[in-house]
């Protein structure tokens, strides 16, 4: 460090070589050696030191900014903004702050991708429109020459072929001045001259023939028509697009954040201006922090920049392309006006018409935030009355918002109808979603799968529906912040019921204003009346045996109190549920759709001197089911419990996770805490199912299959015997089918059984009153699981019972490639899933389709069916674990267009090993898929896929086949319908050769090119 600071960058690389030697587990050593190939330019052992470094920890933020200096230097803009993206992200987790060097080299790589994007389109459009004239002048020639063809058809045969073809070359050099050989050559071949004939013969004459006038202004008009079509050409294209010099921004109109025109302009106290959009952006996901500046900033502070936004407004009037915002408009369009346009007279000048027309008729997006201009629905119900007695509440624990978390005491994913508060207080049925009530306002945030759910639930009266992460959407915190500002009331919430990472995130967030949570009591429970609120579950609590969990508990405690002594902790407090039931082999009823009971425990390194200890409703389990070795409590002595043991002088590290609560961490000295919170040792060893685990996994899928068979089987003939089955009594008579199954014990979640339109909501949620019938006209997407004594699954599969749309078949068909991409990816050790979700979106990608959640979660083993820590999706997770052997996962890429239809499927894979040997000690792994179920045959559009991909599909249907069938004897609808879908597809149609494409045809490829540039 010392050289490093006189600049004696080589005799500081080698300290860092020496240290590295001694131990080349230290991820600072490298970070702080890259930062000296840094300065001595050399980027390849930049990359090379920055990506061990992200090797040893993946959350190094140094490492993430100097992997994208040197993508900086590579040119490669997009890598280098997503690793800036990536160490802002962290310093926001972390709460550090490396001031504004990481956010400079960010906005700088933004700056000259813009550059290079722009460089790049007027490239683009330069070539093509040379291309374009190019075409227009080979037309003429053409036209030319027919016209020629046809003079010396009708010509007098006694004249002479060479006085002809004199003619022909004095005009052609009149009115073009070209000389060159292969006119000459053309013309010959027209006159049955020889070209070195014609030449010679051409020059000895002199032209000195008199030219055809007829000819002579046949010839003239069609050179005057090419003329005017390459000037209307170059017209449109002004029209269109016009030149570089007119797409220039000037630079007090540019956004310094995203570098393009700032449309809605508003100016800090700091005197800076940016995009409205850009700033919220930044303070809601990188900093609370004017990025110029860098100086505290929330949205309320931000003011409209009226006199800039008046001098952009005449910008745009000026210069029409600047309307167009690829990213902000919809180019929507008539079958009426695509048919004009692709049968045009000229199709060349009426196609870039089209354009123009395309241009005309492009309308804006909505944002996200959804206003109180609303008709309050018969599904909402009214929550006015609930409203002004929680704000009762409020005001005697003297704060002025309270926040509501759809989770109970331990963070579940699932909860009772006893802990539904959040429910109770808005309507929103969803599982996700967070109220804030104000004594002004009231706010529901909820993801993309809710957003038509919500629109029907939600009190719309009363209620804002906020769409987390939609365009100009602030964040809840952020939200909290502005409605707080200027005031002298503090936030609340119920610490119990509030995670430890949002009440850190939150209280950084209202350090800014002054401001810090407050916790109090539960005050939906103060005003839920007992007559109305549901009774609390207390099932009994049952022992699950060994030959389905594979371990005993003594070897279960072994291998998490390993992990813990390897993470340096003493205690472990844990309040997840799936972690205690699989820890201690224990299951209840006490959570719907989850085999849990509710209890906490806490976890000695040193077990086997001091025990571990478990706490549950004592009524619930009998003394014989106690796990042998641990010590068992009533769950209300946990909380004096745990305060006993956060003033014991011998243990000094305990052990918590991200997920565990507030009131918990409350508790715990500081200087007792394990430091960062990480994931639980239970929930990392767990995921990875043991041998015993794994069989049962894989075994349960056939029963699971049978059921799924034989309902499909059951509703196809109800069906076509004319007979009317909605939505929930087609659920039902699934859960007939489930219950006949051997070890089956009750479905692992509510199943979504969704028709037509209704299957576009991701998450929807039938109700027998409002059910909608199933048709042979319409989708039909059925996702269902179960829960067995040896597995959970979750299955979708999405059906159509008559002749689908094309736009259904193609949806469907994009989706299903998506599941064999991901299906057959291959990867190496150390492979996060958030690195494979773009695989299951290329294909959809193709039509401009995607889908909002992920492409996989996470499955457990008689426990939940959404299990962390690994899953498959994009957005970065600082708590995601990369992918290893024996992790179970779902693959389900969807398509939803609203108001329409929805498709989803959806199979249950394993990561296996996928080869016994490794190049350099490099491990591989891929997925084995596990469900056995046909996929919708008729909803397949054959001319989508490769033969590599329809090879895949038959052999699937094949095994489905083959192991089904016997399991299937006696049941004719099921049967029939297993071989109806798992019939064996042709292969794709030849592609027609491409040369006998008519010019009308390749004018619509010249075209599709062209919009493709445009937009």
Not at 235 to 250: G, S
Not at 417 to 426: E, I, P, S, V
Not at 813 to 832: K, N, W
């Amino acid at each position: 460090n010392k050289h490093f600071l006189q600049k004696k960058y080589n005799d500081a690389i080698h300290c860092y070589n020496q240290a590295l030697k001694q131990n080349g587990e230290k991820a600072i050593y490298y970070v702080n050696r890259a930062l000296c190939y840094i300065k001595l330019k050399q980027w390849d052992k930049v990359y090379q030191d920055a990506r061990h470094c992200l090797d040893l920890d993946p959350n190094y933020i140094k490492a993430h900014a100097y992997l994208g200096q040197y993508y900086i230097e590579q040119q490669r803009y997009d890598e280098a903004i997503t690793y800036f993206k990536q160490a802002l992200e962290l310093c926001k987790i972390q709460n550090k702050n490396f001031g504004d060097e990481i956010q400079r080299l960010l906005r700088y790589a933004q700056k000259r991708r813009f550059s290079i994007m722009e460089h790049k389109r007027i490239e683009n459009e330069i070539s093509l429109q040379t291309y374009l004239r190019s075409l227009i002048q080979t037309d003429k020639e053409r036209r030319m020459q027919l016209r020629i063809e046809k003079y010396l058809e009708d010509k007098d045969p006694t004249q002479s072929s060479t006085n002809t073809l004199s003619i022909l070359k004095q005009f052609l050099s009149k009115i073009t001045n070209r000389h060159n050989q292969q006119i000459t050559t053309n013309l010959a071949s027209v006159v049955s001259v020889s070209p070195k004939v014609a030449t010679t013969t051409t020059h000895n004459n002199e032209m000195n023939v008199a030219i055809d006038q007829q000819l002579e202004q046949a010839l003239q008009d069609i050179e005057q028509s090419a003329d005017q079509s390459i000037n209307e050409m170059n017209t449109l294209f002004n029209e269109v697009d016009v030149r570089r010099k007119r797409r220039e921004i000037p630079e007090y109109l540019t956004c310094k954040l995203c570098y393009d025109l700032m449309r809605d302009p508003v100016i800090t106290p700091f005197g800076i201006t940016y995009c409205r959009s850009c700033i919220e952006e930044n303070l809601y996901k990188v900093s609370h922090l004017d990025p110029i500046a860098n100086k505290p900033l929330v949205v309320d502070q931000l003011v409209n920049n009226l006199v800039l936004k008046e001098i952009v407004e005449k910008f745009i009037k000026e210069n029409e392309w600047a309307k167009i915002r690829p990213q902000r408009f919809a180019i929507q369009y008539s079958t009426r006006l695509v048919l004009q346009a692709f049968l045009p007279k000229e199709p060349v000048l009426d196609m870039l018409h089209f354009v123009l027309v395309l241009i005309a008729i492009a309308s804006s997006f909505s944002d996200g935030v959804n206003t109180n201009q609303c008709t309050p629905l018969s599904t909402q119900k009214n929550t006015s009355t609930i409203l002004a007695q929680i704000r009762q509440e409020m005001q005697k624990e003297d704060i002025g918002l309270y926040v509501v978390f759809a989770d109970d005491e331990h963070g579940s994913e699932y909860t009772q109808a006893y802990d539904k508060r959040r429910d109770w207080l808005t309507g929103f049925r969803g599982s996700a979603g967070t109220a804030v009530v104000s004594l002004r306002t009231a706010a529901l945030w909820t993801d993309s799968r809710y957003f038509t759910q919500a629109e029907e639930q939600l009190d719309c009266a009363n209620w804002l529906l906020m769409r987390d992460r939609d365009p100009g959407v602030p964040t809840i915190i952020d939200w909290i912040v502005s409605e707080l500002n200027q005031t002298a009331l503090r936030p609340g919430t119920t610490a119990v019921f509030t995670s430890t990472s949002w009440w850190t995130s939150a209280n950084s967030a209202l350090k800014i204003i002054g401001k810090e949570l407050r916790s109090v009591e539960d005050l939906v429970s103060r005003i839920w009346p007992s007559s109305e609120r549901p009774k609390e579950l207390q099932g009994q609590i049952f022992t699950h045996d060994i030959e389905y969990a594979g371990e005993t508990v003594a070897q279960k405690l072994n291998r998490t109190t390993a992990e813990m002594k390897r993470l340096g902790a003493t205690t472990a407090v844990i309040s997840a549920l799936d972690e205690t039931a699989w820890l201690f082999n224990l299951r209840g009823t006490d959570i719907p759709f989850n085999p849990f009971f509710k209890s906490y425990a806490i976890i000695h390194a040193d077990y086997q001197v001091n025990q571990p200890e478990l706490f549950v409703n004592l009524a619930q389990l009998n003394v014989s089911q106690y796990p042998p070795g641990v010590r068992v409590f009533n769950n209300s002595i946990f909380w004096s419990r745990l305060n006993q043991i956060s003033t014991n002088a011998s243990i000094n590290r305990i052990m918590l996770n991200t997920k565990i609560s507030q009131a918990i961490l409350n508790l715990i000295p500081e200087n007792k805490l394990l430091l960062p919170l990480s994931n639980s040792p239970v929930q990392r060893i767990k995921a990875r199912k043991n041998a015993k685990e794994r069989k049962g996994m894989q075994d349960c899928q056939l029963r699971d299959a049978v059921a799924r068979m034989k309902h499909l089987g059951w509703l196809e003939k109800q069906l076509d015997e004319g007979k009317s089955i909605n939505e929930t009594q087609s659920s039902d008579q699934l859960l007939v089918y489930q219950q006949q199954q051997d070890r089956f014990q009750f479905p692992s979640f509510r199943a979504i059984t969704a028709s037509g339109d209704r299957a576009a909501i991701v998450h929807y949620s039938a109700a027998p009153e409002t059910a909608q019938l199933i048709t042979k006209n319409k989708v039909y997407l059925l996702d269902a699981g179960s829960q067995y004594l040896d597995c959970t699954t979750d299955i979708t599969r999405t059906h159509h019972f008559g002749v689908p749309k094309d736009l259904e078949k193609r949806a469907y068909t994009r989706v299903l490639q998506g599941v064999i991409d991901i299906a057959e990816a291959v990867f190496p050790t150390g492979t996060y899933g958030r690195s494979l979700d773009h695989l299951g979106r290329m294909s959809l990608y193709r039509d401009g389709m995607t889908f909002g959640h992920g492409v996989g979660h996470g499955i457990g083993h008689f426990l939940s069916v959404h299990e962390g820590p690994q899953r498959i999706a994009s957005p970065y997770n600082a708590l995601e674990e990369t992918l290893a052997d024996g992790v179970f996962l779902s693959d389900e890429p969807g398509f939803y267009k609203p108001g329409d239809f929805g498709i989803r499927i959806e199979n249950d894979m394993e990561v296996v090993l996928a080869n016994k040997s490794s190049y350099e000690n490099r491990q591989y792994l891929r997925f084995n898929t596990i469900t056995l179920l046909p996929y919708e045959r008729s909803l397949i559009d054959a001319s989508l896929l490769t033969n590599a991909q329809l090879n895949t599909i038959n052999q699937y249907h094949a095994k489905v086949r083959d192991i089904l069938e016997p399991l299937l004897q006696g049941d004719e609808a099921a049967l029939h319908a297993l071989h109806t879908r798992t019939a064996s597809i042709d292969s794709i149609p030849t592609i027609p050769n491409l040369s006998y494409i008519s010019i009308g045809s390749s004018s619509l490829i010249t075209f599709i090119l062209f919009l493709r540039i445009l937009f």
